[in-house]
C-alpha cells in the first residue's frame, strides 16, 4: 500500500507540475511585493485544495448519476491525461497543463491572479483532477484508503506552495532550458501511466461486456 500512495505522489507531482509553474507565476506577479507574492502562492493553493478535495469525493457521484462506468471514465481519463503528457513533451499548450494564448491575455488584465490561471488550470486543472478521481477509483472499496489519497494530494499542494514561496532563487538556477527538460521528463512518465489507464479500462470493458453476453445466454436481463 506504501508503494501506491509513493506512485499516487509522483504522478500527482508530475501532472500538477509546480515547476513548470515558476515562470507563469514569476510573470503574472512580478508587481508584487515579495509578502504580496507569498499571500497570492497561499490562496492559488489554498483555492486548488478545495477543488481537488471536492471533485475527489464528489467526482465518484457525478460518474454514478451521469451512469458513466468506471471503464468508461479511464479510457477516458487516460485519453486527457496523454493529452497532457503530449502537451508537456512537444510544449504544445492545450490547456491541460497549461493556459492558452487567450487565457494568458486574460491574466494580464486580472488583479487577483490566485483563482485564475494559477489555481484554476496550473495547479488544480483538468489533468490533476482526472488523475485523483482515477486514483480514487482504484481504492473505492475503502473510505480510509481513499482519504490517504487526498491527503497525497494536498501533501504535492503543499510542496507547490513551498516551491512557489523559492519561485524567484530556483527561476534562476533552472532557467528556461531546466523547466522545459524536467517537463519533458516528466510528461514521458505521465505517457505512460496514461497508457496504463487506457487499458485497464479496455480490459476491464471486455469483461463486462464478456459476462453481460453470458448473461443473455442464460436469458438474464440486461444492464442499461
Known amino acids: 500500500m506504501l508503494s501506491f500512495y509513493f ?12 515547476i513548470v509553474v515558476i515562470p507563469v507565476f514569476l510573470a503574472l506577479t512580478q508587481s508584487e511585493t515579495p509578502q504580496q507574492r507569498n499571500q497570492t502562492a497561499l490562496k492559488a493553493c489554498i483555492i486548488s485544495a478545495i477543488v481537488l478535495v471536492s471533485f475527489g469525493f464528489l467526482g ?28 508537456m513533451v512537444v510544449a504544445k499548450h492545450t490547456g ?3 493556459t492558452t494564448s487567450e487565457e494568458d ?20 486543472g483538468p489533468g490533476a483532477m482526472t488523475l485523483l478521481l482515477l486514483l480514487m477509483q482504484e481504492v473505492e472499496h475503502s473510505f480510509i484508503l481513499q482519504t490517504g489519497v487526498i491527503a497525497t494530494a494536498l501533501v504535492v499542494i503543499v510542496i507547490t506552495y513551498v516551491i512557489l514561496l523559492a519561485a524567484k532563487q530556483l527561476g534562476k538556477v533552472l532557467g528556461v532550458t531546466g523547466t522545459n527538460v524536467i517537463s519533458r521528463v516528466f510528461g ?19 469483461k463486462l461486456d464478456q459476462l453481460l453476453s453470458f448473461g443473455a445466454g442464460f436469458g438474464l436481463p440486461s444492464i442499461g
Open 7 to 18: 506512485n499516487a505522489f509522483v504522478n500527482l507531482f508530475i501532472i500538477i507540475d509546480p
Open 188 to 206: 514521458i512518465i505521465l505517457a505512460a501511466l496514461a497508457a496504463q489507464f487506457i487499458l485497464t479500462g479496455v480490459r476491464e470493458g471486455l
Open 96 to 98: 491541460m497543463t497549461s
Open 60 to 87: 465518484k457521484q457525478l460518474l454514478d448519476t451521469m451512469g458513466i462506468t468506471d471503464a468508461a471514465f479511464r479510457i477516458a481519463g487516460g485519453l486527457l491525461l496523454m493529452l497532457a503528457a503530449i502537451e
Open 105 to 124: 491575455k486574460e491574466a494580464r488584465y486580472k488583479t487577483d491572479v490566485s483563482v485564475f490561471p494559477l489555481a484554476i488550470p496550473l495547479i488544480a
